[in-house]
């Protein structure tokens, strides 16, 4: 049994979540990517097993609105509660920040990351046709943290 830490990012962290990354979107350039989120005020936590991270998740922050912009968890690590723990701890500080709602949009054709954000109260408030450069559409979801309960129900 491994013991997993949610903690800030760490310039250290950057080739394991580069990887990460690389095999879980279709991403032309990983690296391009997560340095406009870096450059941009937003804040990346990663999950930590001790040596390594094994997935992370990138906040951006404004005013009473947050935005999920990428969340990945390496494919060995994945369904094992991870990105539930990454996601709590958006919640956590989200909440502490006084935002009042967390958005993201996933794809349409990813039912497991859809399943874990309707359980953690997400909802679909619309469709983004052909929002993908591959041309796939995407789901707009969003969380109102102040209608959701607090994060010791069980449900979350």
């Known amino acids: 049994m491994y013991s997993i830490i949610i903690r800030p990012f760490d310039a250290r962290d950057s080739s394991d979540i580069i990887k ?4 879980s979107f279709r991403t032309m350039n990983p690296t391009y990517d997560l340095f406009i989120y870096m ?4 804040e990346i936590l990663v999950a930590d097993i001790g040596n ?3 997935g992370y998740v990138v906040v ?3 005013e009473e609105e947050a935005k999920i ?3 990945a968890v390496k494919r060995e690590f ?3 509660g991870i990105g539930k723990m990454l996601l709590r701890e958006v919640i956590r500080r989200a909440r502490s920040k006084g935002i009042k709602r967390l958005t993201l949009e996933v794809r349409v054709s990813n039912r497991a990351a859809q399943e874990l ?3 953690l109260g997400f909802e679909v408030a619309g469709v983004l046709e052909s929002y ?3 041309g796939e559409s995407a789901y707009l979801m969003h969380l109102y943290l102040d209608k959701t309960d607090d994060l010791s129900q069980s449900w979350v």
């Open 132 to 134: 993908y450069s591959d």
């Open 39 to 42: 450059t941009y005020g937003s």
């Open 20 to 23: 990460i990354d690389s095999e």
């Open 78 to 80: 994945r369904r094992r």
């Open 52 to 54: 390594a991270v094994v």
């Open 69 to 71: 912009m990428s969340l």
């Open 60 to 62: 951006s922050y404004r």
């Open 117 to 119: 954000y309707k359980k």
